[in-house]
Structure formats: C-alpha cells, structure tokens
C-alpha cells in the first residue's frame, strides 16, 4: 500500500492580523499531530510574522507566472521561498473566476514554483451547474490535462485539491462518498500520464470542510487531507480538524 502522508492546510484567504498569527501559531504549537502535515496559508504579508516551528509549514495562496521584472504588485516564488514558504496554492476557483486565471496560467505558476522548490498545490473543481448537468468527471479531466497532459513531470512535485466550486464557503460539502468518487476519478485519470506517481500524489478535498464533517472525508482511501477555508479562521476548530486527520 503506498503511504501518503494526510496533508491539512489552511487558506485564510483575505482574512486574518498579526492576532490571529500569534493565536494560530499558538494553537498549532501545543498540538501534537505527527501523522499529518500541517499548513497555513496566509496573506502574504503575514509569512514572515509566523514564528519558525516544526509542527507546521507556510505556503502562499498565489504567486506570479513570471520569474521577475516590471509586474507591479505581483510575488515571484522565489520572494515566497524567501518569506518562508514552502507550498503555494495555484488556480484557486476564486482566482479562476475572479482574476480570469486560464489553465495556461495555472500551468506557468505551477512551473515557476516548482522551480523555485516550492510544492504547487493544484486547484480543481467543477461548477454547480457542470454537475448538474453531470459534466463533473469531464471538465476535471479537461483542466488536470491543461496542465499535465503535456508536463507529466510536474505530477511528482505537485499536490492536488479537489474543490468543488459550489462547496467552497458555502457551508454544501461534498458527501465523503462523493469527493471519494471524484478524487478516485481524478488518480485514475493522472495515471495515464504516470502511474507510479498518480499512486503517490496526494489529493485533498476542499469545500466547507469543518470539525464535523472532516473525519468522515478523511477516512476515504483517496482523500489525503484537506483544503480548509471558513474553519482555518478559528484556530481551535482548525486544531481539531488536524487531529482527526491522525486517526
Ligand atoms: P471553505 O473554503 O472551507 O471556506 O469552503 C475552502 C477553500 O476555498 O479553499
């Protein structure tokens, strides 16, 4: 059985202060979670405030498609790195549907945090109205092809998330039968481009993930931890979310 080690990370998006910094550092320091990964991803701006720690990571939640030059306001993945990050979250659905980010530039943001060393986690989901219309299966392999069809060697440096766009901060999740479903269809398909690699990427879900549901959507042998948005904001839900994740 391959082994992947459950991945837990916070989006906070555009949320949070230097409060909530020392409070969820706090709470993350005391708890002792040693069978999964822990990761916040916090503004930006927030990066170099995060005590250094062992018991968790920091990641970006975007990053420039260009290596550097005159792209006012944007962050390389090297200034990332260098701010202490060591993932960084690409093609979010808020950033597909609000900043018009195309697959071609999921693509150019996953190639330049790779390499910078940074882990791309990878953002994929289906609209209320595509899976209505049962297209789900179809516009996910259509994205996830976007981007490793013709870069097959990228599989091994990214994670993938699952997020269904009509769960994200809407308080509908997907059932754990359900995201199990997707996240089944999704390895399968990424082994045609490599097989061994499709077994070891890790694939979290993402979608009003909580205290509550997450123990159920963890326990799906395809679901590899989780992307959580709302709940990351409350640093003794967020604690509890990654404890279950060891269970
Ligand atoms: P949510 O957000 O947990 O608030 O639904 C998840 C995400 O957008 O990553």
Not at 22 to 33: I, K, M, P, Y
Not at 40 to 50: A, E, G, N, R
Not at 78 to 102: C, K, N, P, Q, W
Not at 113 to 120: G, N, V, W, Y
């Amino acid at each position: 059985m391959t082994q992947r080690r459950p991945l837990i990370a916070a989006n906070w998006k555009m949320n949070g202060s230097v409060e909530l910094v020392e409070q969820a550092s706090a709470s993350l320091n005391s708890l002792a979670v040693s069978a999964a990964e822990i990761l916040i991803c916090p503004p930006v701006i927030f990066l170099s405030q995060f005590p250094k720690s062992d018991k968790y990571k920091l990641g970006g939640q975007n990053v420039s498609s260009e290596r550097s030059g005159a792209f006012t306001g944007e962050i390389s993945a090297d200034m990332l790195r260098a701010a202490g990050a060591e993932y960084v979250i690409i093609g979010h659905s808020e950033r597909r549907a609000l900043f018009a980010e195309t697959d071609a530039v999921v693509l150019a943001k996953t190639k330049q945090a790779i390499s910078a060393k940074l882990t791309p986690i990878v953002c994929f989901g289906e609209t209320l109205i595509e899976r209505q219309q049962e297209k789900t299966m179809q516009v996910l392999a259509q994205h996830l092809d976007a981007v490793y069809a013709a870069h097959p060697e990228l599989l091994r440096h990214s994670v993938i998330a699952y997020e269904p766009v009509w769960a994200i901060g809407t308080g509908e999740t997907a059932t754990p039968e359900q995201a199990q479903q997707v996240h089944a269809f999704i390895r399968s398909h990424l082994s045609q481009y490599d097989k061994e690699a499709a077994l070891q990427v890790r694939i979290i879900y993402g979608g009003s993930v909580n205290a509550e549901n997450c123990a159920a959507l963890f326990a799906q042998p395809d679901i590899d931890g989780g992307l959580v948005g709302g709940a990351s904001l409350k640093p003794a839900e967020f604690a509890a979310i990654c404890l279950s994740a060891q269970d």
